[in-house]
């Protein structure tokens, strides 16, 4: 069957690339797919994997309408290969092959590049899964918890997209790369996820809600960057991805917003006007604010994190190369080659954050970055026009690009949210006022309990406005059966 904007359910491998007439990569795919069921029983969400979830399935690539929505048993949720359409016309769009036709193949020359870049997504997928494998257990509410189910799912189905392009192009180091990708875990010793931010805890729903916020929109970038690609099939893979996305992020975003809604209205009705008088807005059992900050500082900081050096001749490499161009690569009005641009870099001239002209191929990372970091600012103000809104004066902001850095220019300053170079003591004196601290994990942790309740919503966080698939606030979004 030729590729089609349908998807093809036949198979074991729902997909739209036609896997029927392709045996070798289909049995590799089967072959692949029970260590794959294995991984996620033993890591996928812990507890649920018997209940009915109310998810989404992919099932055409139409935008208008490609999803499903039904009650599924995780286990059984048919992970699809689905790739955005492919265009006949479509070039290289930026570097030194620019203006030749795409690549349906890999370039044997960019071969070692396109299969690490491959290899680097592929494992954050199924490392988000494995850090938020407990959160099902304390969601504050089945719809919470849904969202959370699909998130994990979708991630799964990320992981089989990449997995596919392994299989197909890379022969038997793909095929190795790609079992190494089931054999890597998050947070462990001796064979951890290969980023940093995929290593980190995801230990409570504010962590979760934080880390869609902010890490999954790292994702987002990462795919945008990849959706530019030269090389076709990583293109449209990519771009496919990417309006599964969206919703991670809006889980993110609308979760966070939610939590701040429920505690600013706590605050009202309590008589509370300084919302830096933690203890007397945590008696009321919700999140103060100045707790939110710190969270949105760990989790920005270490997506930040996550765009490598600033300046960098690995990310050079892959934009000449054409296999990884910019956010909005076809929108940027330059000539797409950059040999003789600059970009303004932040770097650390003699103790001092500066910004610094360096060559733009070299300064790639610096400017995804910077995109993302202005994404980023746009989610924070939808949250202070809410807090705002509220009546509650305070503001969230995002710290600084040197604040709490383990990679590139600042991973050996201590910096303060204001972008302040410090001593270590002065560092040490004040963390916990910019970090969240033991006890504030404490006092979040002690809020997670399970609120399961048709239609219920735990103290600390407010109902959405509108449900999944329009459903009515009391759907029942999981039936739980706990395995
Ligand atoms: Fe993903
Ligand atoms: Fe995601």
Known sequence: MPETTHVDYSTKIPNNVGLMDDQRVLKALEQWHPGYIDWWMTMGPEGFQTSDVYLRTAISIDPK?????????MPEYRWGILLAPRHEERQVNFGAHRGEKAWQEVPGEYRAMLRRLIVIQGDTEPASVEQQRFLGKTAPSLYDMRNLFQVNVEEGRHLWAMV???HKYFGKDGREEADELLNRRSGDADKPRMLGAFNEQTPDWLSFFMFTTFTDRDGK????????SGFDPLSRTCRFMLTEEAHHMFVGETGVGRVIERTCQAMK??????????AAVRKLGVIDLPTLQKKA?????????????EVSTNAANYYNSGVKGRFQETRIEDDHLLTNATYPVSKLVHGQIKMVDEPALT???MRLRDDYVAD??????????AIEKAGVKYRLALPHVAFHRHIGEFQNVKASPGGEVL????WAAQKDRWLPSKADGDFIESLMQPCWERGQFASWIAPPKVGIDNKAGDFEYVKIHQA
Do not use: P
């Open 297 to 309: 500082n760990l989790h920005f900081s270490l997506s930040l994190d996550l765009f490598g050096s």
């Open 363 to 365: 300064a790639i990372n």
């Open 423 to 426: 001593g270590d003591a002065a």
């Open 376 to 385: 980023c600012a746009k989610g924070v103000e939808r949250w202070n026009k």
């Open 65 to 73: 309408g490609w999803a499903k929505f039904d009650y599924v048993k």
């Open 269 to 278: 009705e309590a008589g509370i006007e300084d919302a830096d008088d933690i």
């Open 164 to 166: 596919y392009l392994l």
């Open 221 to 228: 970038m990462q795919l945008e960057s990849l959706a530019q």
